[in-house]
């Protein structure tokens, strides 16, 4: 009687605990982030990976949404980007919660994110007690929006007839941009997008003239304005 009402204990922790997986390229980040969840009782890592090829993977062979609740995806993935992986998952499995993760202040991804589907952005120097609350109300259906994150949804609402900065970037020219941005050349970044030098070359000419910057050297000055609310 003890050994199966047990049983039923652990099965019943077990339905109820919140299933995650996290996609990060940085090991160190992974640790430090399976360690806040260990902290929480209700929560359980149940697998990471380090390539956004690896993420989709993964999510495939646990069985999407039946086996994970959670998706904490870093932006920023080598192979597959952190944005395209979030689109595949939506569209792969649309009931899936993706928390997206990253060292760039909201002002930067949370919009372009919350627009593909993310049902939250936080970055990855949040309180831990943060982490834990955005983990559990994305598992629970719900988003989660900090003050900044909100403020940037208020200001692109406001824009939406006017944009300017990087939010007025296609989501490939936004790719181009923060590798140009990075210091990447044309075939390192044809190389990591799987694009041809000359339809990466296209994208930058484009980059340039939204952005109004003449060369490399200029936009990595503009993005750093955008960075610093300039």
């Known amino acids: 009687m003890n050994s199966q009402f047990s049983e039923a204990s652990r099965f019943d922790m077990l339905a109820d605990t919140i299933r995650v997986l996290i996609g990060d390229d940085h090991r160190i980040v992974r640790e430090g982030?399976?360690?806040?969840l260990a902290d929480a009782p209700d929560v359980t890592v149940v697998a990471e990976a380090q390539r956004g090829d690896e993420?989709?993977?993964?999510?495939?062979?646990?069985?999407?949404?039946?086996?994970?609740?959670?998706?904490?995806?870093?932006?920023?993935?080598p192979g597959i980007d952190g944005l395209d992986v979030l689109q595949r998952l939506r569209k792969e499995h649309p009931h899936?919660?993706?928390?997206?993760?990253?060292?760039?202040?909201?002002?930067?991804?949370?919009?372009?994110?919350?627009r593909l589907g993310a049902c939250g952005y936080l970055n990855k120097s949040a309180d831990p007690d943060d982490m834990l609350l955005a983990?559990?109300?994305?598992?629970?259906g719900g988003r989660y929006l900090t003050p900044a994150t909100a403020e940037a949804l208020a200001?692109?609402?406001?824009?939406?007839?006017?944009q300017a900065g990087p939010e007025a970037l296609s989501h490939r020219e936004h790719q181009v941009y923060r590798l140009l941005t990075q210091g990447l050349t044309v075939s390192e970044i044809g190389a990591q997008l799987h694009l041809a030098p000359n339809t990466v070359s296209t994208y930058r000419a484009r980059i340039l003239e939204k952005t109004g910057a003449k060369n490399d050297v200029e936009l990595a000055?503009?993005?750093?304005?955008?960075r610093s609310g300039a």
Do not use: N
């Open 33 to 36: 982030l399976k360690q806040i």
């Open 55 to 77: 993420v989709l993977a993964q999510v495939r062979a646990l069985g999407g949404h039946d086996g994970i609740d959670l998706v904490l995806l870093d932006v920023a993935m």
């Open 96 to 114: 899936l919660p993706v928390l997206m993760l990253s060292t760039y202040p909201e002002k930067q991804y949370a919009v372009r994110c919350i």
């Open 135 to 140: 983990v559990r109300k994305c598992a629970g």
């Open 155 to 162: 200001a692109a609402v406001g824009s939406a007839h006017a």
């Open 221 to 226: 000055l503009y993005a750093e304005r955008h």
